[in-house]
């Protein structure tokens, strides 16, 4: 791979939380797939927003408003370009990826599924990918059908003619998974769900901010995104969709901002994107997002994923060395691997593992990753995860190797 | 901090070898099914209430060091005991690991104060309380006449 010439070490005086102390050791934090940490350019984009510009957006007639407003349309056309969207209107504040699915599900699947219909959904998807369609499927009659995983914790694609049918009307599926670290061929899927005449949704949450993101060259229908894990504030996200489909989408909420025209007995609803954005917008968290969306591509997101994998790779060599501990996912060296490292450990039970490790200043994550149905059929309660970014440094890596190795003997 | 502060070596004997672990076949038994829906540590208590007191109690599950050893030490502290004062026992423990009680904690909760560590790490006082909520289900199946009832942390504060 080419890679620019980044410094990866300069980059962490960028986040001033990762130079601290936690129990006494220095903090090494491995939640990225959590939330990643943020540089300090989008938390003094927020400060400025709100010591200088801070207004409501659309509606003002004074200068604050009109800043606001420029500056709110100007992340939203930022944040298009960074997937590549032909037209910011195709492009929809919200909370982040949970609210998005929810939003594609209450409106294009309330007006459009029907009984008989099939929703094709995987078997890695994170909760906010399943729930909101079993809610659905109870409402419409659709029913839900899981492409399955083969043992190399990859989606079985040799059987995808199998499951998907014409009966098919909408295939959701996650981009990179939370809690295998599995990246899924996208293009491949949304190519063959175009086939069948399916609409595909791209759950792009573990992805975005860690590899370059393109929704013509993925071909997708949906796209859903939140700020918060690729370097931007809490709160803020993004649903993309094609302007044919938003357009013939139903409103979500009702309330101000989007309506065109208000009588007491009936409305009128504007055009998308606003259309979907009811109510006062999370205004301050959006342009911070565009700002995090300038500083990955300072960096490069083919830098960043190449990055991801090689700490990930690193790491996989380092804790497949440790006795009783088992790496899931794909296995080492396979292209489908991103920067999530998911394990169990003979001896230790997930949630002790990660207590004792957060006791050596390491963070990680233990539990069922909001993937219940997918721990089930591997067979598991739970696991611990150790997830990177690109501030992340293989001594780091190599510290959390001697810290496994340490809880593993305490409880052999 | 040492690991054996919080996991002192009682608590890792329990967690490997758990006591009274296994099912009670006796006809007369509650089953309670407990679960931590935030983590997925389940618990299967069993127990066999007499006319006064605790008769037999066993567990089968899986799930952390603390939540294992919790279980574990607990059929020990209660078997043989008057249902009223399982109940009390019950509402000590509680107190200790939720942090109201004091350290050193009661006498009568003996070995059980190990597990006061908990205190400290407010997320894990969950996997301690599993097999204690899953007994107070079992008190109150067997007030009402049910052989088997089901309880989630998630029921209430705990």
């Known amino acids: 791979m080419n890679q620019p010439s980044v410094s990866w070490g300069q980059i962490r005086a960028d986040f001033p939380i990762l130079d601290q102390q936690v129990h006494g050791q220095p903090l090494i934090y491995f939640d990225n797939a959590a939330t990643s940490q943020k540089p300090r350019t989008v938390v003094e984009k927020l400060r400025h927003?709100?010591?200088?510009?801070?207004?409501?957006?659309?509606?003002?007639?004074?200068?604050?408003?009109a800043r606001a407003t420029a500056d709110f349309e100007a992340a939203r056309t930022r944040l298009a370009r960074f997937i590549n969207a032909p037209s910011e209107e195709e492009v929809i504040f919200t909370r982040g990826t949970t609210e998005s699915i929810n939003l594609v599900a209450q409106t294009w699947g309330a007006k459009f599924l029907k009984e008989g219909d099939v929703i094709l959904l995987t078997e890695m998807e994170h909760h906010s990918n399943l729930v909101p369609w079993q809610l659905l499927a109870e409402r419409?009659?659709?029913?839900?059908?899981?492409?399955?995983?083969?043992?190399?914790?990859?989606?079985?694609?040799?059987?995808?003619?199998?499951?998907?049918?014409?009966?098919?009307?909408?295939?959701?599926?996650?981009?990179?998974?939370?809690?295998?670290?599995?990246?899924?061929?996208?293009?491949?899927?949304?190519?063959?769900?175009?086939?069948?005449?399916?609409?595909?949704?791209?759950?792009?949450?573990?992805?975005?901010?860690?590899?370059?993101?393109?929704?013509?060259?993925?071909?997708?229908?949906?796209?859903?995104?939140?700020?918060?894990?690729?370097?931007?504030?809490?709160g803020i996200g993004l649903l993309y969709g094609r302007r044919e489909l938003l357009e013939a989408m139903p409103p979500w909420h009702g309330g101000g901002e989007m309506i065109l025209s208000v009588q007491y007995e009936k409305s009128t609803w504007k055009q998308p994107p606003h259309r979907f954005e009811a109510g006062t917008p999370n205004i301050a968290d959006?342009?911070?997002?565009?700002?995090?969306?300038?500083?990955?591509?300072?960096?490069?997101?083919?830098?960043?994923?190449?990055?991801?994998?090689?700490?990930?790779?690193?790491?996989?060599?380092?804790?497949?060395?440790?006795?009783?501990?088992?790496?899931?996912?794909?296995?080492?060296?396979?292209?489908?691997?991103?920067?999530?490292?998911?394990?169990?450990?003979e001896n230790a039970h997930a949630h002790d593992v990660v207590t004792l490790a957060d006791q050596r200043g390491l963070a990680l994550r233990g539990g069922h990753h909001c993937t219940q149905p997918l721990m089930r059929k591997l067979g598991l309660s739970s696991s611990a995860r150790a997830s990177f970014y690109f501030y992340n440094t293989e001594a780091e890596i190599d510290r959390m190797a001697e810290i496994l190795a340490e809880i593993d003997r305490f409880f052999r | 901090?040492?690991?054996?502060?919080?996991?002192?070596?009682?608590?890792?004997?329990?967690?490997?070898?758990?006591?009274?672990?296994?099912?009670?076949?006796?006809?007369?038994?509650?089953?309670?099914?407990?679960?931590?829906?935030?983590?997925?540590?389940?618990?299967?208590?069993?127990?066999?209430?007499?006319?006064?007191?605790?008769?037999?109690?066993?567990?089968?599950?899986?799930?952390?060091?603390?939540?294992?050893?919790s279980?574990?030490?607990?059929?020990?502290?209660?078997?043989?005991?008057?249902?009223?004062?399982?109940?009390?026992?019950?509402?000590?423990?509680?107190?200790?690991?939720?942090?109201?009680?004091?350290?050193?904690?009661?006498?009568?909760?003996?070995?059980?104060?190990?597990?006061?560590?908990v205190r400290k790490f407010p997320q894990r006082v969950k996997c301690a309380m599993l097999a204690w909520r899953a007994f107070e289900q079992a008190l109150e199946e067997s007030a009402t006449g049910k052989a088997e009832g089901r309880v989630s942390t998630e029921d209430q504060e705990s």
């Open chain 1, 140 to 234: 419409t009659g659709a029913k839900l059908r899981f492409l399955p995983i083969n043992d190399r914790h990859e989606l079985a694609l040799d059987r995808l003619g199998e499951f998907l049918t014409p009966e098919v009307k909408l295939f959701s599926f996650v981009h990179i998974s939370n809690s295998l670290g599995t990246v899924n061929p996208a293009e491949e899927l949304c190519a063959a769900a175009r086939r069948v005449g399916a609409v595909t949704l791209v759950d792009a949450a573990q992805s975005a901010g860690h590899r370059p993101l393109d929704v013509q060259a993925l071909g997708c229908d949906f796209l859903a995104l939140s700020g918060h894990k690729m370097c931007g504030p809490t």
């Open chain 1, 49 to 65: 927003y709100y010591e200088r510009d801070n207004s409501n957006v659309h509606r003002g007639m004074h200068e604050l408003s």
């Open chain 1, 286 to 345: 959006a342009i911070a997002l565009a700002t995090a969306a300038d500083y990955l591509d300072g960096i490069g997101r083919e830098a960043i994923f190449e990055h991801d994998r090689r700490l990930a790779r690193h790491a996989h060599e380092k804790l497949a060395a440790i006795p009783g501990l088992r790496v899931l996912g794909p296995p080492l060296g396979s292209d489908s691997r991103s920067g999530v490292i998911s394990f169990v450990m």
């Open chain 2, 1 to 69: 901090m040492n690991f054996d502060e919080l996991y002192q070596e009682l608590i890792l004997d329990h967690s490997k070898r758990p006591r009274n672990y296994g099912n009670l076949e006796a006809e007369d038994a509650v089953h309670v099914h407990g679960d931590n829906p935030s983590c997925g540590d389940e618990i299967h208590l069993h127990v066999r209430f007499g006319p006064e007191k605790v008769e037999e109690i066993r567990f089968t599950g899986h799930g952390c060091a603390i939540s294992q050893a």
């Open chain 2, 71 to 117: 279980a574990s030490m607990m059929t020990l502290k209660l078997k043989g005991k008057p249902r009223e004062e399982a109940a009390r026992l019950m509402h000590l423990f509680h107190g200790q690991v939720a942090g109201s009680g004091e350290e050193p904690g009661p006498r009568e909760l003996g070995d059980l104060n190990v597990l006061s560590g």
